[in-house]
């Protein structure tokens, strides 16, 4: 699986000289992403690409890695050619059985056994490896930049999917180690890349978008030996679902009940959206712990009464704070502070207080999880409190910030780069749900 | 109601020369929101306040709306000394029965039975029209703008939710007519301003923050008679939630599935958080039709999963398309473009591509409503998608966008400002759910 994330050496079959062609795009990925490796471009008909030497099938020297970009009908053909220098290979052509050309399956499948070369794909984005500035993918950058780097490796069956979701993880700052969009799954298959990931030293939590399951026994097999983390985002839940997977990825996406009952015997997280899939991640991968009963701070009362209601109808409850916790909050805060949990400092709440509040609830053992609510709308709320939630990323209790957007909000909430931040009541309670 | 809403002259008890302070903050807001009325400040310690002669409560003009920013054991007081001058009084100041001084609601409601003065408050944020130029609150624009102009309206007990609400409503362009915080309800209540709404022509969609009802079967008779689509948030739905609502506005959250029931009966919309409930009045402004099926049109197949299953989960169902809609989209579209519902345009779609595709399902009588998924990270998207879907703004079936966020994608998100556009599948289904 090495072969396939860190590559000493990479040839491109269909390097393009035209800048817009996904074979180019490949060749420009792994240039501009840094990848320290030789680049091989392949293409009959040129001499030189983004300043590389070109070879042809015939030509290329022997590579860790062969990417295919060429046209569905033509890569069995070039890849028995090239297929004794190669120690891997990743399809990103689509065109083969999912499109009804099973014979070209076959074709590859008899290649991959003759030479005894794993083969990714077809039909796939490509993977991506930060650590290694490994940028595999065919969509320039300007499209999907290359995520920061971070714990979190993402596999996928789907690739527009797991593009919109590692484009999405730059917006919330999600730090990503590995990304892998595994396509048909001719050879290569998802349990093979789960193993990986729960074996590698760069991945902490893992997040797995899946339709259908290849081989579901060999997965639940994979998983039991795994003790990462694992948040899923399951899609084919209800009829209209199933039916949907079936034409997409032409996966049996299974009863969904069966699956939810594997996950929670994995202790797998279950998000509901591709929301709450990135913010769990997030926060999984800051925190560990197990939650029950959750301490709210707020600025708002309504929000605060909002985020109740979330963490109820959501299973949690709201803790009961000890009496050394109620006792230290009536000392530090003026009357109209409601003391209570939701802990509402009201609208002339300063950063300072935000700080004593939660530090009062970190300290209190009936509280496993804090969600803090800003409405910066308020006059002396300010950039101060940046850095004092940031403070509580590393705490032993989860942290999530509630904070609608807004003029002055959007800003301070981008800056809150290290905790998770969400903007409505029901997703800070989604995800503590998931992570719980 | 009127003298609230659209006063000729407004007398500001608690102007200040010190720009950070509330009663200065409100006469900042009047001028720079466009008033076009008279204002006057009233300080018994100054001569002059931006630019503005000023008052005493003993010299202050006949005024249609006299405005209390002024503590709040003094506000009886001064406003008894110029009850006779005003013809409506609204006090933002809070310490009044919610901080267990009840003697100053007493006096207040003895004032005004007196000289037969409406009294709006205490403890409230204050109001907005928007087709009057007018901003009456006490936040500074820098953390709360005045909205676009725009036909909802939103009326709130809670003061911080309205300001966190109304300022996200500007980040999705939102347009807005009026917004109430009314607080306290210590003499105007919430049924008089929804009563108001229904009435007001520049008010098509109301949108009702409530945690609890002050007076239930008023309430209940005024919203019988109204004609305008309402949207509500509820807050206060689990016992927590109850709880939390008891502290924040004293409010007696009631039972929710009475309330429940009397929404569904009044065919009112019920939103689950602030988000689904902005983006669900953005909806509702614009569309007024009902919804049973849905087309789905993707680039997507994973996100087209998605949408289906979250549809599905909130009783909605795909349209099975007619033969003619089937027979029209196989004519337009290559082979690997999936035509059953969901559309899957897959990873070649074009914006010209999205357009046929929702032409086709909006002439198809078996479509109530169309969501559109839109990766931006594909290659062929670009902002010509723009144009294209902003012409589905005054459409006759309700167009829900998915657009998730990213570096690219967030630009152009932006730019769709004609339409509802969402980050994640499941808040397509949630805003068809609201106004379905």
């Given amino acids: ?12 079959f ?19 992403s840094g990848f320290s490796g030789k680049i091989y471009p392949v293409n009959p008909h040129a001499d030189e690409i ?5 070879f042809t099938s015939e030509t290329v020297p022997k590579a860790d ?6 046209p569905a009908k033509i890569v069995p053909k ?63 950058t300007s499209r999907l930049p290359m995520p920061p780097k971070g714990g979190v490796s993402i596999l996928s069956q789907s690739g ?87 034409s997409h990825t032409g996966a049996l996406a299974g009863n969904f009940e069966v699956f939810k009952g594997i996950s929670s015997q994995l202790k797998w997280g279950m998000a509901c959206g591709p929301e709450e899939f990135l913010l769990s991640l997030k926060a999984r991968n800051i925190w560990q712990s ?25 299973g949690m409850g709201l803790s009961n704070f000890s009496e050394k916790t109620t006792e230290s909050l009536k000392k530090a805060f003026p009357q109209r502070v409601s003391i209570k949990n939701p802990v509402d400092l009201t609208g002339d709440a300063t950063p ?28 002396k709320l300010n950039s101060e409190i940046i850095d004092i939630l940031q403070n509580y990323s590393d705490s032993e209790k989860p942290v999530v910030v509630v904070s609608p957007p807004g003029a002055y909000a959007s800003g301070i909430n981008k800056l809150i780069t290290d905790l998770p931040v969400v903007s409505s009541p029901e997703k800070a309670a989604g995800v503590l749900r998931v992570i719980r």
Wanted: hydrophobic share 45%; with cysteine.
């Fill in 352 to 379: 300072e207080m935000f700080g004593t509040a939660i530090d009062a609830l970190m300290s209190d053992g009936s509280v496993d999880a804090i969600v803090v609510v800003l409405l910066m709308q308020l006059p």
């Fill in 290 to 314: 197990h939650i029950k009963n959750v301490g709210v701070v707020t600025c708002g009362g309504g929000f605060g009464v909002m985020v109740s209601d979330s963490l109820e109808e959501l």
């Fill in 65 to 70: 890695l062969g990417v295919f970009v060429i």
């Fill in 160 to 246: 527009a999917t797991v593009a919109s979701v590692l484009d999405w993880a730059g917006t919330i700052q999600l730090g990503i180690s590995k990304v892998a969009s595994y396509g048909n799954q001719l050879d290569v298959s998802d349990y093979e890349i789960l193993d990986y990931y729960q074996k590698d030293k760069e991945t902490s939590v893992i997040g797995f978008y899946v339709e259908g399951l290849k081989e579901g026994k060999k997965l639940l097999e994979v998983a039991r030996e795994g003790k990462k983390p694992v948040i899923v985002l399951k899609a084919g839940k209800t009829g209209s679902g199933v039916r949907a997977a079936k």
């Fill in 14 to 32: 269909g390097a393009s000289r035209s800048l817009e062609k996904p074979g180019r795009v490949v060749v420009q990925n792994l240039l501009h």
């Fill in 50 to 54: 983004a300043n590389l030497e070109v």
């Fill in 78 to 140: 070039n890849l028995e050619i090239v297929a004794d220098r190669l120690k891997s290979a990743l399809v990103i052509s689509g065109g083969f059985g999912e499109s009804g050309n099973s014979e070209l399956d076959t074709r590859l499948l008899e290649i991959s056994k003759k030479y005894d070369l794993r083969i990714w794909g077809p039909n796939c984005l490509g993977l991506m490896n930060t650590h290694q500035n490994f940028n595999l993918t065919f969509l320039p």
């Fill in 1 to 12: 699986m090495d072969k396939f994330f860190s590559p000493k050496s990479v040839a491109v």
